[in-house]
């Protein structure tokens, strides 16, 4: 009986005790939750960003159709042509545009011997200015940020073929970042090396046996997709949206041409065209000057506009001619692109919609950090989106945005006067 009465008193102590664990765990996670909430109300986190001007457009996104003055350059039969000239570059009459070798081993020897007489000027002359070298290391790690850049986008479009390009410029970047910060780079090993190549191969035996010359001027480039002669440059301007949307179908099935040396661009004057709807252009006119950006590049092209921005009226879309005389590599080898049209530009202080808020007099406003304390800032919004609005910067208004400030994006209950700490 008395063992029956211990049992009992000790199991009535085994569950008080579970009960006394349950509700001490219960109460440590009220007040752990109290403890959260009560930081959360008086610890808030600041984030900001910086107050810089920005300029963003009014823009149009369209296809377009590169139509050019564009001829076939042909090599000639029985020989090995190598270019002497680069893409984009420009050829009088008569002009050399390529050598020509009896046998491929020649031009591969020429090709080779040329290369490495380049990469051995290249470090003499490096060498010969290390004194020389003034540019500031923030230049020079911007220059490096956008060959990387470039590198990329090159990587990503497959443009294979100018990686090289790109490699070769960021080598020589990270080269005189490290002559500009003071180390010591040897070139002498690089440079006995690229000699004894030289030396190794007969300069006699790789010369050229003549010369591809043009029989007109131009900008030589060395790609060609086979639609060079397929649109009508002079009649450009009369395009209507069923025979551009023709020409982009051929575009769109056009691989490059391996089998013609390059082309020749006899006309400066070239044009991009597109179908845009008539309502997009209402603030473009014929003659005004527009930028267009090349999506997925950093490329933009100052245009005119030659045709297409006044269409009569009820007409629901319109071919937009725009015309351009800049000419590079890259253009020279555009056919169709995607881009940006660029009108009426904004100039302001670019800040999200998640900082801006209507004060007690309805009108919109955003809140700066200054030496810990809110500041409110006004001003006109001159463009908006969903996303974003930009301020006007007025330098006479004392309550206006300022350059730097430490706008708010994320805060809780600001108001001017607002301390933090």
């Known amino acids: 009986m008395a063992e029956s009465e211990k049992r009992k008193v000790n199991k009535n102590s085994d569950t008080i005790r579970k009960d006394v664990v349950v509700?001490?765990?219960?109460?440590l996670i009220i007040a752990g939750y109290?403890?959260?909430?009560?930081y959360k109300a008086t610890h808030v986190d600041v984030e900001t960003i910086t107050?810089?001007?920005s300029t963003v457009y009014d823009t149009i996104e369209a296809k377009a159709l590169v139509i050019r003055d564009e001829h076939i350059v042909n090599s000639n039969d029985g020989v090995v042509t190598v270019a002497c000239v680069d893409d984009g570059a420009k050829v009088k009459v008569n002009g050399n545009i390529a050598m020509e070798f009896s046998s491929e081993e020649s031009a591969k020897n020429y090709s080779t011997l040329k290369s490495l007489h380049d990469q051995?000027?290249?470090?003499?002359?490096?060498?010969?200015?290390?004194?020389?070298?003034?540019?500031?290391?923030?230049?020079?790690?911007?220059?490096?940020?956008?060959?990387i850049n470039s590198y990329v986008r090159?990587?990503?479009?497959?443009?294979?073929?100018?990686?090289?390009?790109?490699?070769?410029?960021?080598?020589?970047?990270?080269?005189?970042r490290q002559m500009i910060i003071g180390q010591t780079i040897d070139f002498s090993a690089v440079k006995g090396d690229l000699q004894g190549q030289i030396n190794a191969i007969d300069a006699n035996a790789c010369k050229p046996t003549g010369y591809l010359t043009t029989e007109q001027s131009g900008v030589f480039s060395s790609y060609t997709d086979g639609l060079e002669a397929a649109f009508n440059y002079k009649d450009v301007l009369k395009l209507d949206a069923a025979a551009l949307q023709s020409y982009i179908e051929q575009a769109e099935n056009a691989q490059k041409n391996t089998q013609s040396f390059g082309k020749l661009i006899t006309t400066y004057e070239w044009y991009f065209c597109a179908v845009?709807?008539?309502a997009d252009i209402k603030d473009i006119k014929n003659g005004s000057?527009?930028?267009?950006?090349?999506?997925?590049?950093d490329k933009v092209i100052k245009c005119q506009v030659a045709a297409g921005a006044e269409p009569e009226l009820g007409v629901e879309q319109t071919v937009l001619i725009l015309q351009s005389s800049q000419l590079d590599a890259d253009i020279t080898s555009m056919r169709l692109e995607d881009i940006e049209i660029r009108y009426n530009s904004y100039s302001g202080f670019k800040v999200p919609s998640s900082a801006i808020h209507v004060d007690e007099n309805g009108k919109k406003c955003v809140y700066a950090l200054v030496a810990n304390q809110v500041s409110q800032r006004e001003g006109e919004i001159i463009y908006s989106t969903k996303d974003y609005s930009v301020f006007a910067y007025d330098p006479n208004?004392?309550?206006?945005?300022?350059?730097?400030?430490?706008i708010i994006t994320k805060g809780k209950d600001l108001h001017d006067g607002k301390v933090y700490t």
């Not at 509700?23 to 109460?27: F, Y």
């Not at 208004?397 to 430490?406: A, L």
């Open 51 to 53: 107050a810089v001007t």
């Open 276 to 278: 845009v709807n008539t």
């Open 154 to 176: 090159c990587a990503n479009a497959g443009s294979v073929d100018r990686l090289a390009s790109y490699t070769d410029d960021l080598n020589d970047k990270l080269t005189r």
């Open 120 to 147: 051995l000027d290249y470090y003499i002359e490096l060498e010969s200015k290390t004194a020389g070298l003034t540019t500031d290391i923030e230049t020079i790690d911007r220059d490096i940020l956008n060959d």
């Open 289 to 297: 000057t527009l930028d267009v950006a090349i999506k997925d590049s």
């Open 23 to 27: 509700m001490v765990i219960v109460l």
């Open 397 to 406: 208004n004392s309550k206006s945005i300022r350059f730097y400030d430490q």
């Open 34 to 38: 109290i403890f959260v909430e009560c």
